[in-house]
């Protein structure tokens, strides 16, 4: 069965957003139990590109595809897995990247939708905290997607996210989304 191809986040309203995050269904990884069987000799870059044995997957209908298989284990290594076999995927940074953001509203009433390169949307909120890592140059942005999977926030987004808790001056600052504030600094290290 072919997947749709991501929505065009800025062409969508609130409720239009809703309602796509509402139809996204994934396979239920975190229900497959099967035997590991080795190595995908896949790889997701720090920037968000998938490869296969060293050459970029070209196809981003295969990309999301393969995103939807992709579960993070206790012991923190990244794995494709489907009902018979499970096998390991080398992640440089987090799996996914988020591009886009759309933002609606103000202070505690404001809600925070990321797209991701592999399409999929996420809200910011209870379940989909925002967090700063300092990073050896600059801070490290981090959105929680699912299942302890994550997605580094491109520059440009976080950018926008700055800009936001810089024009609604708090302290630290930070933002809203659904209801949690998210403080844009990273924690100190003590």
């Known amino acids: 069965m072919p997947m749709a191809p991501p ?8 409720s239009d ?14 229900q497959w139990h099967p035997t590991h069987c080795g190595d995908s000799e896949m790889r997701i870059a720090r920037d968000g590109t998938w490869y296969h044995q060293g050459s970029p997957i070209g196809r981003p209908a295969m990309v999301r595809l393969f995103s939807s298989i992709l579960r ?5 290594r ?8 499970k096998l390991d ?11 886009a953001l759309k933002a609606e509203g103000d202070g505690t009433d404001a809600r925070l939708v990321f797209q991701l390169n ?17 990073g050896a140059d600059a801070p490290r942005p981090y959105l929680h997607v699912r299942d302890g999977l994550e997605a580094l926030l491109a520059r440009p987004v976080y950018y926008e996210l700055a800009e936001r808790a810089l024009a609604e001056d708090h302290e ?7 209801g949690v504030f998210f403080p844009l600094i990273a924690p100190d290290p003590a």
């Open 78 to 85: 990244h794995v494709l897995v489907t009902p018979v076999e």
């Open 172 to 178: 630290p600052p930070g933002v809203w989304s659904d």
């Open 72 to 76: 993070r284990e206790q012991d923190g």
């Open 89 to 99: 995927i080398a992640v440089e940074d987090a799996p996914f990247v988020a591009t």
């Open 17 to 30: 957003i809703v309602q796509a995050m509402a139809a996204q269904t994934l396979p239920p990884v975190s």
């Open 7 to 14: 929505p065009d986040l800025s062409s969508l309203s609130l």
């Open 118 to 134: 592999t399409g999929d949307l996420v809200a910011a909120g209870p379940d989909h905290a925002l967090r700063i890592e300092q």
